[in-house]
């Protein structure tokens, strides 16, 4: 049976450390990589039960894969059929590493790829957890990529934010967190939007940087975050609200909580409140 070639795809960067330039530990001892396990196969589950324009969505998640540079590309292998091709980015170091941005040099290669096996107008939103997260930023400049859900992201202020114009770029933080900062969060949706991003943040009381507490919570709101941006799903009404907030709304606008706004399920498995469309 020949497959036909993906509607959209999802690339997956997990978290890392501000420096390191070794590469990461293979397998199960790449904890950072382990912990976005959950999400890519939430993910695949959604996208085969909620279809998408062209037709029912398949896919499948693994986080094995060659390493970087091998002749597979950076990205770990995933099924691909008419439908949401989910991957992970395979990194080439453990880092950030200052001007260097080793993970942000990863993504564009794996949206490269993604590119030279897909075609020039396939969809993807691309999914990252902190310092995956601020390399998702980055690359969002891509041709490719129609936006960015960044969990508990690094948001250095001077980070750029030009190349998100256009793109929908909403973040989900815990106001617990310890590692990362939510306010530091908060004020890049304002920058990027009056760059020309639609933007939110959507804030998880009692939550953690490694998203272990309120798990279930985490993975539902982003499966319907992610599939909501890529057409496959309804995005829930209150986040539709805050992407189509003006240039000049104020970061708090913008901002939402997960338990009083969203009804701490929105997807599947939660309570959603009344959604829109499909984005397209």
Do not use: K
């Not at 029912?56 to 998640?61: D, F, G, H, T």
């Not at 940087?209 to 496959?232: F, K, Q």
Request: one cysteine or more; hydrophobic letters at 40%; charged letters at 20%.
């Amino acid at each position: 049976m020949v497959q036909r070639p993906p509607s959209a795809a999802v690339l997956v960067l997990h978290g890392g450390r501000e420096t390191g330039t070794e590469p990461p530990p293979p397998g199960l001892l790449n904890l950072p990589g382990t912990r976005m396990r959950p999400f890519v196969r939430a993910l695949g589950r959604a996208a085969r039960t909620a279809g998408t324009g062209a037709g029912p969505a398949s896919a499948s998640a693994s986080s094995a894969g060659p390493a970087l540079g091998s002749s597979a590309g950076p990205a770990s292998a995933t099924g691909a059929g008419s439908g949401v091709l989910v991957r992970q980015v395979r990194y080439g170091h453990r880092g950030w590493n200052g001007d260097r941005a080793d993970p942000f040099h990863d993504a564009v290669a794996a949206l490269d790829a993604l590119r030279d096996e897909a075609g020039d107008e396939l969809p993807v939103v691309l999914l990252g957890h902190s310092m995956g997260a601020r390399a998702a930023l980055r690359a969002a400049g891509h041709p490719l990529v129609r936006g960015v859900v960044g969990l508990a992201p690094w948001c250095p202020p001077g980070d750029p934010v030009t190349q998100l114009a256009d793109r929908d770029v909403v973040f989900v933080h815990s106001n617990r967190d310890r590692l990362t900062s939510p306010q530091a969060s908060q004020s890049l949706t304002a920058r990027a939007r009056r760059a020309g991003a639609r933007t939110c943040m959507i804030t998880v009381r009692g939550g953690d940087h490694a998203m272990i507490r309120r798990a279930p919570a985490w993975h539902r709101v982003t499966t319907a975050l992610v599939l909501g941006l890529l057409g496959s799903g309804s995005l829930p009404a209150p986040v539709g609200a805050a992407l189509a907030l003006p240039a000049t709304a104020e970061a708090t606008e913008g901002t939402l909580d997960l338990d009083l706004d969203l009804g701490a399920g929105a997807g599947p498995a939660g309570r959603p409140p009344t959604a829109v469309p499909p984005r397209r």
